[in-house]
């Protein structure tokens, strides 16, 4: 693209700011200086490619190649990939108590998912919600109440284990808020005794302290059609001996307390918003006792269009599980039959997060294929693949086709920005992230098409998205996942606020990939979005080095993609500060020479770097040394002689442990495909820097 096309769209996306956003608009100001001067900004559409190398059939050039070749031997037709996504016991719980709401909790699928949790409980008695973890009891709880509606015995050895496990947690007031609502919808909890989801929050307006807009993008889907739930309190039978009254703790009171709800409230100002919201919740159960809710029609109307409206585009609200389920109840309690077109879409959306076997099944939190594609090419881009591959121009054009097009519910902190960006499903217009949306302009940068028509569609649908990454940074410097400026931490303390992920604040790890996205379109050091990220980056360093992973287990992805970013933009790789990124990796390197970090560091900082070797955190360790640029260490070559030794004869690798984190200290994941890309993009640039 011409230079003065640049400062023209420069100019453009400026005008579209309102005079409000003045920091952002200073920002684009600077970003046009500086492509007014070409010696500042060289992006045409296509990022730098590293110089070919000439393969010398070494064992790691050997292993690059079979997993290139196990990569697009599981591409799709339509050029995408789309990796297995696990979660939790939850998942299959939820479904089957959600399958007896609805009629359905004899269907075949309901026996395998019951079977499935009767496989996966753990041998001290409860079920855990992350490989190799302790017993959850929230989890823990519903898997014993869906095998109890199934008729197993509660006097078995297996539900008797259970019992136990549970009842040492706490029992039924143990369970966050979101599962005694589930619970109170079964009589197996008093309503009463929730907190107050109240429908009335979707008439407050922009301007007041707390609206919907500012909870987290994931939060919001799941709390609208809850609020519809929370409000009509449905009542679902439970036959005669299959209920749980067994679960409440003796001496455990189920009324409300600050410590109960927010054990967290450790200083004055925590203890005055967990008291102030604890005292909300209360009396909006009190009015709803009393029956005074004179808006509360209005309130479900809105919460009900608000719902409707985002089924649009979309596989099932949000896209992901919790809200699909919470729609298909809440759309029921409106009295939609079960045939509604509105009541059969999402059912049928659920149903496609199913992964059914022959006796068992699992269930998906949602499907990754944005995600995986986008990583996918920008690995294979990596490791040496023709960037006019014809396989790679095809995922490039699936992930064109998945661009954002419309405003979402990201504009209302963003003013007149127009869309841009992409999601991590198939459809979920209304609801693109900034990590998504850097991986894939990283990809796509990558790219080149011999066409003018693909070629400019390519560089096109790249300016949208950086115009619309850089609208969604943060005044700290930083990036949240789907929202701008979503940070107003006394929300934390809101009582059904204690699935842990109410806001969306600026985190390490995004940062540090849109600092690479930056560097590979060509933005300098000098940008003042460049510059801004790598101050928060800086600010967020912990003393020994690292940083933390929000999105990823734990301090080896975030240090790996914080470390990364900044050796791509504002640092050199003898920084100081880069360097002791690396002494810490180093440091935590297990005898075996991989790396591995349990989800427990979330809760003990002093677990951090510890844990089984994985092959997708092994690989962040060897980038985090690569981006210091040790290639020789021992620790160096220790990390890719792990590697090599444990890739399978596909190509592959396998991940004995969860590296995925969907809410920290609540849900995690295993992201199958991990295990398959990341180790090939660590051994490709091992194999660039050591020549």
Same mark, same amino acid.
Request: glycine share 10%.
């Given at each position: 693209m011409a230079r003065e096309e640049l400062i023209e769209l420069a100019r453009y996306v400026e005008r579209l700011l309102p005079a409000r956003l003045g920091a952002f608009a200073a920002q684009l100001r600077a970003h046009r200086a500086l492509v007014s001067e070409p010696s500042m900004i060289t992006f045409d559409g296509t990022s730098p490619r590293p110089a070919p190398r000439t393969r010398t059939s070494t064992p790691v050039d050997r292993?690059?190649?079979?997993?290139?070749?196990?990569?697009?031997?599981?591409?799709? $037709?339509? /050029?995408?990939?789309?990796?297995?996504? $696990? &979660?939790?016991?939850?998942?299959?719980?939820?479904?089957? %108590?959600?399958?007896?709401?609805? &009629?359905?909790?004899?269907?075949?699928?309901?026996?395998?998912?019951?079977? @499935?949790?009767?496989?996966?409980?753990?041998?001290?008695?409860?079920?855990?919600?992350?490989?190799?973890g302790p017993p959850e009891v929230g989890g823990s709880v519903k898997a014993y109440f869906v095998l109890k509606l199934a008729g197993d015995d509660p006097e078995s050895e297996p539900m008797a284990r259970a019992r136990r496990a549970i009842l040492a947690q706490g029992g039924l007031d143990a369970c966050n808020s979101f599962t005694k609502i589930l619970l109170a919808m079964f009589g197996q909890y008093p309503w009463s005794k929730c907190p107050a989801v109240i429908p009335e929050m979707m008439l407050l307006p922009r301007w007041f302290p707390f609206n919907i807009g500012d909870m987290s993008a994931w939060s919001r889907t799941i709390v609208v059609p809850l609020s519809i739930v929370w409000a009509t309190k449905p009542r679902v039978d439970v036959p005669a001996g299959r209920g749980i009254e067994e679960l409440r703790a003796p001496g455990v009171s189920s009324r409300w307390s600050l410590e109960a709800v927010n054990p967290k409230a450790k200083t004055v100002k925590a203890f005055f918003w967990a008291f102030f919201f604890t005292l909300v919740s209360g009396f909006f159960n009190l009015v709803e006792r009393i029956g005074i809710n004179p808006l509360r029609r209005h309130a479900l109307r809105k919460a009900e269009a608000w719902?409707?409206?985002?089924?649009?585009?979309?596989?099932?609200?949000?896209?992901?599980?919790?809200?699909?389920?919470? =729609?298909?109840?809440?759309?029921?309690?409106?009295?939609?039959?079960?045939? @509604?077109?509105a009541v059969v879409s999402q059912i049928a959306e659920l149903e496609r997060l199913v992964l059914e076997g022959d006796d068992t099944l699992r269930?998906?939190?949602? %499907?990754?294929?944005? #995600?995986?594609t986008g990583i996918a090419v920008h690995c294979l881009l990596a490791s040496g693949v023709d960037p006019q591959d014809r396989r790679l121009l095809d995922a490039g054009r699936w992930l064109l086709d998945k661009e954002c097009t419309r405003i979402g519910d990201w504009a209302d902190k963003v003013g007149d920005a127009r869309p841009g960006? #992409?999601?991590?499903?198939?459809?979920?217009?209304?609801?693109?992230?900034?990590?998504?949306?850097?991986?894939? %302009? =990283?990809?796509?940068? /990558?790219?080149?098409?011999?066409?003018?028509?693909?070629?400019?569609?390519?560089?096109?649908?790249?300016?949208?998205?950086?115009? #619309?990454?850089?609208?969604?940074?943060?005044?700290?410097?930083?990036?949240?996942?789907?929202?701008?400026?979503?940070?107003?931490?006394?929300? =934390?303390?809101?009582?059904?606020?204690?699935?842990?992920?109410?806001?969306?604040?600026?985190?390490?790890?995004?940062?540090?990939?849109?600092?690479?996205?930056?560097?590979?379109?060509?933005?300098?050091?000098?940008?003042?979005?460049?510059?801004?990220?790598?101050?928060?980056?800086?600010?967020?360093?912990?003393p020994d080095g690292t940083w933390y992973g929000r999105w990823g287990t734990n301090y080896l992805y975030g240090t790996w993609l914080a470390s990364w970013g900044l050796t791509r933009t504002a640092l050199e790789t003898d920084d100081p500060s880069v360097q002791a990124a690396a002494t810490w990796v180093r440091t935590v390197q297990n005898d075996d020479g991989g790396w591995g970090e349990s989800q427990h560091s979330y809760d003990d900082p002093s677990a951090k770097g510890r844990?089984?070797?994985?092959?997708?955190? =092994?690989? #962040?360790?060897?980038?985090?040394?690569?981006?210091?640029?040790?290639?020789?260490?021992?620790?160096?070559?220790?990390?890719?002689?792990?590697?090599?030794?444990?890739?399978?004869?596909?190509g592959s690798w396998h991940d004995p442990a969860w590296t995925g984190t969907g809410f920290p200290r609540v849900f995690y994941l295993r992201y199958h495909l991990y295990a398959v890309y990341f180790p090939l993009l660590a051994l490709s640039t091992y194999a660039q820097g050591a020549d």
């Open positions: 292993a690059i190649e079979a997993a290139q070749s196990q990569l697009f031997s599981i591409q799709a $037709e339509d /050029g995408s990939w789309c990796g297995v996504l $696990e &979660g939790d016991s939850i998942l299959e719980s939820e479904y089957v %108590l959600l399958m007896h709401a609805i &009629g359905r909790g004899g269907a075949p699928r309901v026996r395998k998912a019951v079977e @499935h949790l009767r496989r996966t409980q753990l041998p001290e008695g409860g079920w855990t919600h992350y490989e190799g719902t409707l409206e985002r089924l649009e585009d979309s596989d099932g609200l949000g896209a992901i599980f919790p809200p699909i389920i919470n =729609t298909i109840l809440a759309l029921r309690c409106l009295g939609y039959s079960e045939s @509604h077109p269930v998906q939190p949602c %499907l990754s294929p944005v #995600w995986d960006g #992409w999601f991590f499903e198939y459809r979920n217009v209304f609801y693109p992230d900034t990590d998504d949306t850097a991986q894939v %302009l =990283t990809a796509l940068s /990558g790219l080149k098409y011999p066409g003018a028509r693909d070629e400019d569609r390519r560089r096109a649908a790249i300016h949208r998205g950086l115009d #619309w990454l850089l609208a969604m940074q943060n005044d700290d410097g930083g990036f949240g996942a789907f929202d701008r400026g979503c940070d107003k931490e006394f929300l =934390t303390y809101v009582p059904f606020a204690d699935h842990n992920a109410m806001i969306d604040p600026s985190c390490e790890d995004i940062t540090g990939r849109a600092l690479e996205t930056f560097a590979k379109l060509g933005l300098p050091a000098e940008h003042p979005a460049v510059a801004r990220a790598a101050s928060f980056l800086a600010s967020r360093r912990e844990g089984v070797s994985t092959a997708s955190q =092994t690989a #962040w360790g060897l980038l985090t040394l690569f981006a210091a640029g040790d290639f020789d260490s021992d620790a160096a070559r220790r990390g890719v002689a792990h590697l090599l030794d444990r890739q399978r004869e596909d």
